[in-house]
């Protein structure tokens, strides 16, 4: 396979990470798109199944982690890593929408 630029590579790597339907795009800034469910966010964008697929991670990780900084206050920060990750991907696509 010939590669003619950076985005090209940079989207190869991706399609090779399991993230087939993200790709490249010229804008820079972030935005959402409701009419097709795409977040664009510095020069990437992350079509509905994408953005689905990271909230839902985010989500989970934040409920395990949830149960477990209950159980043990040193997972307390971890917690609210995921946390503050999630709601403010959630809070970008609502604010952006």
């Known amino acids: 396979m010939e590669y003619t630029s950076k985005e090209d590579i940079i989207h190869a790597l991706a399609q090779s990470a399991g ?3 993200t790709y490249n795009t010229k804008y820079g ?3 959402y ?4 469910g795409t977040l ?4 990437i964008a992350l079509p509905h ?4 697929t990271i909230i839902s991670w985010y989500k989970q990780q934040m409920e395990q ?12 920060e971890q ?3 995921y946390a503050v990750a999630y709601n403010a991907i959630c809070m970008l696509k609502d604010n952006l929408s």
């Open 19 to 21: 993230i087939a339907d």
């Open 29 to 31: 800034g972030s935005r």
């Open 33 to 36: 798109d409701a009419a097709t």
């Open 40 to 43: 664009y966010c510095a020069g």
């Open 49 to 52: 199944s994408s953005l689905q």
């Open 65 to 76: 982690y949830k149960v477990l900084a209950s159980k043990d206050k040193t997972l307390t």
């Open 79 to 81: 917690y609210m890593r």
